[in-house]
């Protein structure tokens, strides 16, 4: 059992020495003798009013003990009142970070099924592509053909017209 003065837990709550006497007076803080007599503050008192104390003030305020204060009971209680400050802040911090990591995959499928929701609009929305239009070299290949199949005709005209007039006439 810690027990610090009213300047000690004034210190270590953060707050000013009237408002421990304040909280005192008003019966929200419970205050007990200490052996030489003075007012004191029950470190468990304290955490309860004013909630968990940073380390620095909780260092400050067992500086400012009368060097009898300090006990081996009352160390292990401040260390395990430190501990259990520790515990509660490692769970915020996991909790936090698994709240934070469900809130990331929820936000990354929510976003795949927009990007796909997205795809499948411009699919509907896009005119289909058109065509290809057939390339130079074919329309050059089928010019020369033509023009190839003409030049033949116009030289062999008299043959093949004496060929077809034999076909068809017998």
Do not use: C
């Amino acid at each position: 059992m810690t027990i610090l003065g009213i300047n000690a837990a004034a210190r270590a709550a953060g707050v000013a020495r009237s408002t421990i006497q304040r909280a005192i007076k008003n019966g929200r803080l419970s205050a007990t003798s200490t052996a030489t007599g003075d007012r004191g503050i029950d470190l468990t008192e304290l955490l309860r009013v004013f909630g968990p104390l940073p380390p620095s003030r909780l260092e400050q305020a067992a500086a400012l003990l009368p060097p009898a204060a300090p006990t081996a009971t009352g160390e292990v209680t401040l260390i395990e009142v430190l501990q259990g400050q520790l515990q509660q802040a490692l769970e915020r911090e996991r909790l936090t970070i698994e709240r934070a990591q469900d809130r990331e995959a929820r936000l990354l499928s929510l976003l795949e099924v927009e990007q796909q929701a997205r795809r499948d609009l411009e699919q509907k929305l896009l005119p289909a592509p058109p065509k290809p239009a057939p390339s130079w070299n074919a329309k050059l290949w089928l010019l020369l053909v033509v023009w190839l199949v003409a030049a033949l005709a116009w030289y062999f005209h008299d043959a093949l017209l004496g060929w077809l007039l034999a076909s068809l006439g017998g």
